[in-house]
């Protein structure tokens, strides 16, 4: 397949042609907001690429040029910084996908400012996410799902919040990769809700649900099941860190068993605070202290307690059989390591707890006495 499907009409796009004057080309660029644009020869054939900066750095060599005087410059007095390699309409999509992977990121990502860098990494973005978007519609309806996993899991590293992810989980399902693509879904989630603070897109939890219904449609022996419902022998470090998704799913499940064999949990919500004792809002600090305040925990909780990330300033844990004495202790080892690299750390934590087996007597929220 070519990429002659993939093309636009040439009357559809804007260009200049290689003769025009200054003044022409301005005249026709005035109306819209391209950082940069095609230059043609009378034959129609692609000859270069013209940018802002291309015309402000030609502007240095006229001295006293006003607009009358642009009519006697020629564009093509204008050297150009960078021209694009052309390709024709019976490029195949092989070499289509050759142009993506070439294809590494942000363009000039240390000069962030500068606005004719941000015009042209937005258009460079553009036109990779465009092409790239056509590119898995040809693998998805071909089935080269290994072609596509590859292009995607580079997508979703440049740009974690644009979805590529649910395309991923679509070739890793493809593939039959399905603890891969799980395991995709809950690093994608946990991503979303720390950064952003919010829940998976539709599009991935879609592909979340067919790839319950892909798991479920394959029959295994139970050896399979057991080694597939395993822990890896590095998640087995520390207390169990989950998603918030998953630690209701537990929740639900100590709660209920609680009840039939008589351990009382406990439930904790250790909260990062500002000087004022407000939740800390978000920011690199709170990122720093937030990392700092998941290492701890993992190391701090018993191996059989669990714990999850509640919101940007908050963890969420649940202690197996304990009492209030004990939430305490373990709030007092949980500050003391919080604090260990920088003191002051100490007064921006505090802690909530309560049984997790509701009485009929209504319950109250226990501070920490050490509460800031």
Known sequence: MNILFFLSPKQDLMYVYDDFTLRQTLEKWENNRYASIPVLNRQGKYVGT??????????????????EAAEDVPISAFPHKRDYKAVTVTTSMDQ?????????????????????????????????????????????KNEEFDELQKLTSVA????????????QMQALIGLERYKEAMKLYEQTSKHYFEELGVTPSEKLVEQYRYLGSRMGSRHRVIEE????LQESPGEKNGAFFCSLAGF????????????L??????????TIIDGKGYPAKGGPRLDRMSEKLLEVMKRSLRHS???????????VILLQGGNQRGCELVYKRISERFSEEKKGWAKNLKYSALPAIQTEKELEFLEGDDVL
């Open 305 to 315: 307690d669990f714990f999850a990330k509640y919101s940007p300033s908050q963890y």
């Open 50 to 67: 013209l940018t802002e900066g291309d015309i402000l750095w030609g502007l240095k060599k006229f001295h006293g040029l006003d607009l």
């Open 156 to 167: 979703s590293e440049l740009y974690p919040f644009d979805e590529w992810q649910a395309v």
């Open 225 to 228: 099941v057991q080694a597939d």
């Open 248 to 259: 209701r799913d537990c929740y639900r499940l100590v709660y209920r068993m609680s009840e």
């Open 96 to 140: 289509m996908i050759e142009a993506l992977e070439l294809y590494t990121g942000e363009f000039l990502a240390d000069f962030g400012e500068e606005e004719w860098v941000q015009a042209e990494r937005a258009q460079l973005k553009k036109v990779y996410s465009d092409a790239l978007k056509e590119v898995s519609e040809y693998l998805l």
């Open 261 to 270: 064999n008589g351990q009382m949990p406990w439930l904790m919500l250790c």
